[in-house]
């Protein structure tokens, strides 16, 4: 089994429906249909017109940015995992710095999503990843493979082709400041080691894309490491030029 090539867009919570639209419907026609996987995430009201407009193209798929941890309920204001599900949505993203910062996601809450996330037949997009204290104080390597062991041993190895992780190191989120291949590839290779020795042969087969930062000028150099398997893009995706630019850069 060789390992899946990923270009995942994060829109986050930008775009009027409007402008999402418009956005896809650019990106459907200057991203050439190659052997690239192209997710879209957007946000949960837009996700039922963006899984109709990519129907006709077996090279995008559209995600969700986070789901409920609950499968349904009396819970205001959470969308689940089988909502995202039946709207089109094949992915969704979970764990997500933002998300471990603002809403104080626990590694247990996470599990739960992902629980949730698997038994609504979406393929998870888990983030993990350091804070710049951390990175400066040495400690970068421990917080990647500890948040691999806090949530994904709870997971069996029949979830695993479900499974796609992210690395994102918080201090390039946004900040135009990127992790210079090395550094990425140097973690990135730790964490296919961790998966490898927590599920063996088929955890070190689970794709791992890069996430801070990247955009049409600093992709290539990104993919062409060996353990980086594509981006998850958050500000570059919101310019389709930008973003078709990235889909062909490994
Ligand atoms: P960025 O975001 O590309 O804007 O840094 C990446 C992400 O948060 O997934």
Redesign the pocket.
């Known amino acids: 089994m060789s390992r899946k090539k990923i270009a995942a867009a994060?829109w986050?919570m930008n775009l009027s429906y409007a402008e999402a639209s418009t956005l896809l419907d650019q990106l459907l026609e200057v991203c050439p249909t190659n052997a690239i996987n192209k997710i879209i995430c957007a946000p949960f009201p837009y996700l039922h017109v963006c899984s109709e407009k990519t129907a006709g193209r077996i090279d995008f798929t559209v995600g969700a940015q986070d789901c409920s941890a609950h499968a349904k309920g009396a819970y205001t204001g959470e969308t689940s995992a089988a909502m995202i599900a039946s709207c089109g949505a094949t992915h969704v993203?979970v764990g997500?710095?933002?998300r471990r910062t603002y809403h104080r996601e626990s590694g247990e809450h996470l599990l739960g999503k992902i629980h949730q996330a698997f038994s609504a037949n979406l393929n998870v997009i888990f983030?993990i990843g350091e804070v710049l204290a951390q990175r400066k104080a040495g400690e970068h390597k421990d917080v990647v493979v500890n948040q691999l062991l806090e949530v994904l041993s709870g997971l069996g190895k029949e979830h695993l082709s479900k499974l796609i992780l992210?690395y994102?190191p918080v201090w390039?989120?946004?900040?135009g400041e990127t992790a210079t291949p090395e550094q990425a590839q140097e973690m990135h290779a730790i964490i296919r080691n961790q998966m490898h020795a927590m599920f063996g042969d088929e955890g070190g087969q689970v794709a791992i894309l890069y996430?801070?930062?990247?955009?049409a000028k600093n992709a290539k150099e990104l993919f062409a490491c060996s353990d980086v398997d594509g981006?998850?893009?958050?500000?570059?995706?919101l310019i389709a030029d930008d973003f078709a630019t990235i889909t062909t850069s490994f």
């Open positions: 994060n986050k993203i997500h710095s933002e983030c992210a994102e390039a989120i946004g900040t996430g801070g930062s990247c955009n981006g998850l893009i958050g500000g570059a995706s």
